[in-house]
């Protein structure tokens, strides 16, 4: 039997290709044998049971083959959060805070009605709900893996303000009777064109859902229906506010038609325009 410290060392040493094999061999060793941090640090000596150990060994062989860290470790953290995380459900990115940070920032009233069109993790309407705990969110996605995912993450948050609803696009609000209802809209929809995603790195494309990221030959399949249709479903005076790829900017500008005002696109910390917030 190793001792937590061995454990750790050999982890270092296998994962020494990749560019935080401490880091990893450590999170790993956290996920294998659930100790908590201060436990690691101070028990270097322990020896954690068989079944532990073996789990151990598994992540780690697991991602020399490739897995994502974050779906080996079942977690990963989002606007302070620690939201739980598994295969076939989109890995929450730090760009995508911008959404949460603008919406805030423009949020018009404390009891706001908010939708979250294709939800994920919850990432996003979790942190808002969070934020707000007056507000009334309702979260949609196509995903049924999405939508377990994210109420599994409502309730180890113990946040109860967001409803989660599986369907296509607007079509669970239609369903509720929402129409015209909502204060505001957001969204991280699927962006990445067809030809993209071929070229991201293979740890992506082998693991994450293509359906979480590719929207159509031009990657703005999505966008362009969350635009046409949100006036149905916005109270006079409120706010679409959604996530756009790296190179989107000028196309879906185009895509704001008249009844549009305050159309404005934010730049994220790496000074690339990443999201957009428009008003009826
Ligand atoms: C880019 S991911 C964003 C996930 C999460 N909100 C985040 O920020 O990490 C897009 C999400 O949209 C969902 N989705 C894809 N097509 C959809 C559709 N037609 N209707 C509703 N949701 C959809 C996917 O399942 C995925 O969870």
């Known amino acids: 039997m190793n001792t937590i410290e061995e454990l750790f060392q050999t982890g270092k040493y296998l994962l020494r290709e990749y560019p935080c094999p401490a880091l990893e061999s450590k999170l790993l060793l956290l996920a294998s044998t659930s100790m908590t941090e201060d436990e690691f640090l101070t028990m270097p000596k322990k020896k954690?049971?068989?079944?532990?150990?073996?789990?151990?060994?598994?992540?780690?062989?697991?991602?020399?083959?490739?897995?994502?860290?974050?779906?080996?470790?079942?977690?990963?953290?989002?606007?302070s959060i620690n939201f739980k995380v598994a295969h076939g459900v989109l890995?929450?990115?730090p760009e995508t805070e911008l959404v949460v940070e603008k919406a805030l920032e423009l949020m018009p009233q404390k009891n706001p009605l908010i939708a979250d069109i294709g939800t994920g993790c919850g990432n996003i309407a979790l942190s808002i709900a969070k934020e707000l705990p007056q507000a009334k969110i309702v979260a949609t996605d196509i995903s049924s893996t999405a939508i377990q995912i994210s109420r599994m993450n409502a309730s180890l948050q113990s946040v109860s303000n967001v409803t989660f609803i599986q369907g296509n696009m607007y079509e669970p609000l239609k369903r509720s009777g929402l129409k015209k209802k909502f204060h505001m809209i957001l969204s991280n929809p699927p962006y990445v064109s067809l030809g993209e995603w071929k070229k991201l790195p293979q740890e992506i494309r082998d693991h994450e859902p293509k359906e979480a990221l590719v929207a159509g030959r031009t990657g703005l399949k999505f966008i362009k229906q969350l635009i046409q249709d949100a006036p149905e479903f916005l109270k006079p005076r409120g706010y679409l506010i959604f996530e756009i790829g790296y190179n989107q900017k000028e196309r879906v500008r185009a895509m704001f038609g008249n009844g549009w005002k305050e159309v404005h696109c934010f730049k994220d910390i790496n000074g690339i325009p990443r999201v957009y917030a428009a008003r009826r």
Not at 60 to 71: E, N, S, T
């Open 48 to 79: 954690p049971s068989r079944i532990s150990q073996r789990r151990f060994y598994r992540l780690i062989f697991k991602r020399l083959h490739g897995f994502p860290l974050v779906y080996l470790t079942g977690e990963k953290e989002f606007w």
């Open 91 to 93: 890995i929450p990115r």
